[in-house]
Structures are given as C-alpha cells and as structure tokens.
C-alpha cells in the first residue's frame, strides 16, 4: 500500500502495480471503510487505486493516513462479503450487432463466442464510465476483440459487449465503442439502491444464455 498526495486536498492510496482479484477486495473493502471517515468529501475507487478527496478544515493528510493504517493493522485478515451474480443474456444477432464479426474475426461460429462468453466467471474489477458500468474480466483470449474505431451514437440499456479482454453491460442508453454481443434484462443501475447498481468491487459474475421469450418474460427490451 503506498500513499501519494494528489493536491492539498486529496491523495491516492495505490494497492498494487498490477489488476488482480486480490487487489480489487483490497480496494472495495477499503472504500467501504474510508467513507466512514471523518471528512471524507469523495472517493474514486478504480483498479488498484483509491482517490481520496477530504474536507482540509476538518481533517489532515497526516490524520487520515494514521487512520487508514490503522485500519489496515485491526483489519489484515478481513473477510469480504462478496456476491456471485447470474446474469442472464440473449445472444442473437437481432440483438447483438458485433457477434458476427467477433465470428469472423476469430473463425469461429457464433454458437462458440456465445460459449467462450458464458464459460468463464467474471470479476467486477472497477466502476466507472457511468453508474453501474462495472468493467469485468478477463474474456478468453478466443472471443477478445479491440474497440470500435468509430464509437456508436446509441448503445442500447442492458447491452452486453466486450473490449480488448474485458466484457460489460451498459447500465443505460449512450454512446459506446464496445463490441456488442447480446442484451440482458439484468438491471445494473438501480437509483433506490445507496450504491446504485446492486454489483459491486469483488463481487463476480456468471452469464447465463437464454432464449428470447425468456428474455422478454424477464423484462428484456428489444
């Protein structure tokens, strides 16, 4: 854990060099516990990092590290209560514009980027971009695709698309270069919830394959 002040009235606690599952319990849990804090004005956790933003007439640089650190000796064997979330998704072609392309561009069929995509377990690495957007890894390297050149204008709430080696859902309706692959009626942006999204950093996410009318008795849009 290093400590690096970013201006006199914040700083960045950096966890590791590199993204990790480790890591990202790391920065959950301590986001959780520094937003107790006193002073505490903003947190911006990312994939081995946390930007702490603080109140300077309220507490210090020197306060709030002795404060963390102490978290860090009371709390070095934690335990986090991390979530496994099934995700249901229709991949077809009505739906998923990129998926033929993904096939080309690996030859293989679109029946095997659908099975590569729903094989492995995924972990919420980060959120960011917007309110629920969770940036989840890593795809197989078989189904692993770089962004849009041209970024599309509309992606579609519920979108499930890949970027280099990572996959995500768009939580609502905006632009997007990610390749898109299928739709899900899994809801990631949520405005009753304190967090707004029901995932969070750590939790890990499954998906599951399903066909349309399920899609739509689920509360699916096309």
């Known amino acids: 854990m290093q400590f690096k002040i970013a201006s006199v009235d914040a700083f ?4 590791s060099k590199e993204i990790s599952l480790e890591t990202s319990h790391k920065v959950k849990f301590y986001f959780e516990e520094v937003k107790q804090l006193k002073g505490i004005v903003d947190l911006v956790p990312s994939y081995t990092t946390l930007l702490i933003t603080f109140d300077i007439f309220e507490t210090s640089f020197d306060d ?6 102490k978290i860090v000796y009371e709390n070095s064997s934690a335990i986090l209560n991390n979530k496994r979330i099934i995700v249901p998704v229709f991949y077809d072609l009505e739906v998923g514009y990129d998926l033929e392309r993904i096939a080309n561009y690996h030859n293989i069929s679109i029946k095997e980027v659908i099975s590569y995509h729903t094989s492995l377990e ?3 690495f980060a959120i960011g971009f917007a309110p629920g957007f969770a940036y989840l890894g890593e795809v197989s390297e078989n189904i692993a695709m770089a962004r ?7 992606v579609p709430k519920g979108s ?3 970027a280099d080696k990572q996959t995500a859902i768009y939580p609502e309706d905006s632009p997007g270069g ?6 899900t009626p899994f809801k990631m942006f949520d ?3 304190e967090s707004l999204s029901p995932v969070s950093m750590g939790d890990t996410i499954i998906f599951k394959s399903v066909g349309k009318q399920e899609f739509l008795d689920l509360g699916g849009v096309i």
């Open 12 to 15: 960045i606690i950096n966890f």
């Open 64 to 69: 709030l590290k002795a404060a963390i650190l």
């Open 122 to 124: 995924y972990n919420v």
């Open 148 to 154: 849009l050149s041209s970024p599309r204008k509309l």
């Open 160 to 162: 499930v698309a890949i």
């Open 178 to 183: 990610w390749n898109i692959i299928g739709r």
């Open 191 to 193: 405005k009753k919830l």
